[in-house]
């Protein structure tokens, strides 16, 4: 990558380090955890030994206790080799995050490490059958019976379901006109008796997965909880202005490893006797998605920039999570195009890399919600309300 006026020598050697391991290590193997459907463990576990899982978080846990632009860097470089890797990335941070702001002391020592190391995974379940965008109108309940939570009923197009050691959990443990403020959220070991999961034929994804979770009277220790009871999604949801920035960051990475790959080819490849660099309207094509990339870019690590600072980031992470995996489809797609028939075979990673990104364009908010978002923050919530 470029630098940018983010960048720093210790954020420089970071980067050179994801570089490395993803061209070394991910790269040659992305096709075949494709056809797998799941991630390599072994490789998990390697990046986490590497300090590339999390590096936000405390040095008492295992992190670095580094700035979010840190992740970014790392995300941008993972994704550049294998997009599907990159959300291991995500989902750490996310998760980490959480847990590290709101579980009690024993399950921040016990999973947090774990974590890091690349040991396991923790998904997020958030989105329900009648939900989708709509978050805070949750119907899984969770009951506190004596010292435990009894939770029932279904969580779906959940990430990693069938891989998670853990879930974080948001349950209604109000009544359903409390809106968000009857949400709770919990923290669930997958291994509990009345868990069960399935998995989705997707588009894309495929290493990642996604599937419901469902809990059939499911027993969790009350101090599993993360944050105060009913206040659990205005609390716990404030980490999604992070992940936010890291899934532009990642789609970003897709993006721009297909434009660098363009840029060598049309040098190359020769028509009507010239290479098709020589043709301006293929040129400008890339020189103009090669503009957009960058600008989606720097976005996206403003947005982390801001978070680092302790800055208001709400609507500038909305912006990292609408446009930029936007941008990464039409750029790959363009990309798909200059090369021909061979990228619209599996033959080169394009095909596989557009459907990838799309995904993203629908999970973790869709970019009509995050326009929602934007358009509250800058107008304020009164003026856009119904």
Request: glycine content about 12%; overall charge negative.
């Given at each position: 990558?470029?630098?940018?006026?983010?960048?720093?020598?210790?954020?420089?050697?970071?980067?050179?380090?994801?570089?490395?391991?993803?061209?070394?290590?991910?790269?040659?193997?992305?096709?075949?955890?494709?056809?797998?459907?799941?991630?390599?463990?072994?490789?998990?576990?390697?990046?986490?030994?590497?300090?590339?899982?999390?590096?936000?978080?405390?040095?008492?846990?295992?992190?670095?206790?580094?700035?979010?632009?840190?992740?970014?860097?790392?995300?941008?470089?993972?994704?550049?080799?294998?997009?599907?890797?990159?959300?291991?990335?995500?989902?750490?941070?996310?998760?980490?995050?959480?847990?590290?702001?709101?579980?009690?002391?024993?399950?921040?020592?016990?999973?947090?490490?774990?974590?890091?190391?690349?040991?396991?995974?923790?998904?997020?379940?958030?989105?329900?059958?009648?939900?989708?965008?709509?978050?805070?109108?949750?119907?899984?309940?969770?009951?506190?019976?004596?010292?435990?939570?009894?939770?029932?009923?279904?969580?779906?197009?959940?990430?990693?379901?069938?891989?998670?050691?853990?879930?974080?959990?948001?349950?209604?443990?109000?009544?359903?006109?409390?809106?968000?403020?009857?949400?709770?959220?919990?923290?669930?070991?997958?291994?509990?008796?009345?868990?069960?999961?399935?998995?989705?034929?997707d588009l894309g994804q495929h290493a990642i997965?996604?599937?419901?979770?469902?809990?059939?009277?499911?027993?969790?220790?009350?101090?599993?909880?993360?944050?105060?009871?009913?206040?659990?999604?205005?609390?716990?949801?404030?980490?999604?202005?992070?992940?936010?920035?890291?899934?532009?960051?990642?789609?970003?990475?897709?993006?721009?490893?297909?434009?660098?790959?363009?840029?060598?080819?049309?040098?190359?490849?020769?028509?009507?006797?010239?290479?098709?660099?020589?043709?301006?309207?293929?040129?400008?094509?890339?020189?103009?998605?090669?503009?957009r990339v960058e600008a989606a870019r720097l976005?996206?690590?403003?947005?982390?920039?801001?978070?680092?600072?302790?800055?208001?980031?709400?609507?500038?992470?909305?912006?990292?999570?609408?446009?930029?995996?936007?941008?990464?489809?039409?750029?790959?797609?363009?990309?798909?195009?200059?090369?021909?028939?061979?990228?619209?075979?599996?033959?080169?990673?394009?095909?596989?890399?557009?459907?990838?990104?799309?995904?993203?364009?629908?999970?973790?908010?869709?970019?009509?919600v995050m326009k929602n978002i934007i358009a509250?923050?800058?107008?304020?919530?009164?003026?856009?309300?119904?």
């Open positions: 990558m470029r630098p940018t006026i983010f960048d720093s020598d210790d954020l420089d050697a970071l980067r050179a380090l994801a570089r490395r391991f993803a061209a070394d290590h991910l790269a040659p193997g992305c096709r075949s955890r494709e056809a797998a459907g799941a991630f390599d463990k072994d490789l998990v576990r390697r990046m986490g030994s590497l300090g590339l899982i999390a590096p936000e978080l405390p040095e008492q846990f295992g992190g670095l206790g580094a700035g979010s632009i840190y992740s970014g860097a790392i995300i941008e470089e993972i994704a550049r080799a294998d997009f599907n890797v990159g959300y291991v990335n995500v989902l750490a941070s996310l998760n980490g995050q959480i847990l590290a702001n709101f579980a009690n002391a024993d399950i921040k020592g016990h999973w947090l490490p774990r974590l890091i190391a690349g040991e396991v995974m923790i998904a997020i379940a958030l989105t329900e059958p009648r939900g989708g965008s709509d978050a805070a109108n949750l119907g899984l309940r969770m009951e506190r019976s004596g010292g435990h939570y009894v939770i029932n009923g279904e969580k779906t197009s959940i990430s990693v379901a069938d891989q998670a050691a853990g879930t974080v959990v948001f349950a209604r443990t109000g009544r359903p006109e409390d809106g968000a403020r009857g949400v709770s959220a919990i923290f669930v070991p997958m291994d509990l008796p009345g868990i069960s999961t399935t998995r989705f034929t997965g996604r599937g419901s979770i469902f809990f059939d009277n499911v027993k969790v220790p009350a101090d599993h909880l993360l944050g105060e009871e009913g206040r659990g999604f205005v609390q716990v949801m404030q980490g999604f202005d992070f992940s936010r920035s890291l899934i532009g960051l990642q789609c970003l990475g897709t993006a721009r490893q297909s434009l660098d790959e363009t840029w060598a080819y049309i040098g190359e490849r020769k028509a009507f006797g010239k290479p098709l660099g020589a043709f301006q309207g293929i040129t400008h094509q890339l020189a103009d998605f090669d503009t976005l996206s690590f403003n947005a982390l920039w801001l978070k680092d600072n302790g800055l208001p980031h709400v609507a500038e992470a909305a912006m990292a999570k609408w446009w930029p995996p936007l941008i990464a489809y039409e750029t790959i797609h363009a990309c798909l195009l200059i090369h021909g028939h061979a990228a619209y075979s599996t033959e080169l990673p394009f095909e596989q890399r557009l459907r990838d990104v799309l995904g993203l364009q629908i999970g973790d908010g869709t970019a009509h509250r923050e800058r107008a304020g919530r009164a003026a856009v309300a119904a």
